[in-house]
């Protein structure tokens, strides 16, 4: 029989667990005040993905763009671009290789495109995943893209978990279901640098068992991006449709192998944004059929 998913009563007591561990502010220093309520859009377009799963280029740089510009609030794409980096700026790309399910190449070009037009040199952006803390820890700005998945480890693969390279050690944050992933965040080659987040729905992995699972069963054409400033919110996001595709799929609430614990830590511990609903403004942006959100 199918366990249940975490309802919304076990999601307070986790926070409220959380919460009794501390700020971070003995970690971190002291706790910045975060904002009453902070924006996560969602753009989607049913003409991203061809009948073989190939992208469109064009549809893919228009919800990029669309995205970016709602987020921002700019009308004009460079425009947007450019108040997120500067032409000094040594730009540094935190993709994700992970083979069944990498950030695709498109998405690659479509944000280096948009980087040079904000008058970033090519010569001045870099792109890894394995390598970041060798390659990605000079950079001055980072922006941080990866498909939405679930994980064996983490409940959920998200926009908190993908700085992980980052880290000397990695497997020091894999403890208690990976809760200290965003302490990640505050390492000197990540720390405030962040200019992006975009988490990846296109095609979303929602279920699986093992520490490497894949299985094309699992994987839905949701042709969605998100993005937003907020590593947490995004992934707060990410993790509500991911459970509500499982009812979907299930007929029931099936819980995750791993609860996603680290999102809830990383607001009330670590301070490293928001994770509360009805403090994200979720902006849903083109195509709404199953939407799910």
Known sequence: MAQKVLTRRDLLKVMVGAASLGTGQELFGKEEKKPARVKVVLVRDPNVLDRRGQINVKVLQKMLDEAVTTLVGEKDPVAA??????????????????????????VEDAIQGRLRDAGVKPERIRIDDR??????????ALINVRPLRTHWWSGIGGCI?????????????????????????????VKGKTRLNILLALTPLFHGRGPHHYDPRFVWSYRGLFVSFDPVAIDSVGLRLIQAKRLQF?????KLETPAHHII???????????????IQLIKLGWKEEVLL
């Open 265 to 279: 830590a990383a607001d009330k511990k670590y301070n490293l944004g928001v994770s509360d609903p009805a403090r």
């Open 250 to 254: 299930f007929g029931e609430e099936v």
């Open 131 to 140: 390598g970041a803390r060798t390659t990605l820890s000079p950079c001055t």
């Open 161 to 189: 978990k993908n700085y992980i390279m980052f880290a000397p050690r990695p497997e020091e944050y894999h403890t208690d279901a990976c809760t200290p992933l965003a302490a990640v965040w505050q390492l000197p080659a």
């Open 81 to 106: 671009w450019k108040q997120l980096v500067k032409p000094t700026d040594l730009v540094g790309i935190k993709t994700n290789v992970w083979s069944p399910l990498p950030t695709p190449r498109e």
